[in-house]
């Protein structure tokens, strides 16, 4: 079942669990974009990659 069918009803188990599950999503996406960010940034300021001499 998808909100976007005609079947949907907002009740307290749907709200809980998606209310729980983009929460989850949101930390999971701002944790991979500061990682990224930071990588891209590290990169561009040669710092990391000590392993090349």
């Known amino acids: 079942m998808f909100p976007f069918s005609f079947e949907w009803i907002w009740d307290v188990g749907h709200v809980v669990f998606h ?3 983009w929460y989850a999503l949101s930390i999971i996406g701002a944790g991979m974009t500061y990682c990224v960010l ?3 940034i ?3 300021n040669g ?3 000590g ?3």
């Open 38 to 40: 930071k990588a891209a």
């Open 51 to 53: 392993d090349h001499h």
């Open 19 to 21: 209310g729980g599950m």
């Open 42 to 44: 590290d990169t561009k």
């Open 47 to 49: 710092k990391g990659g």
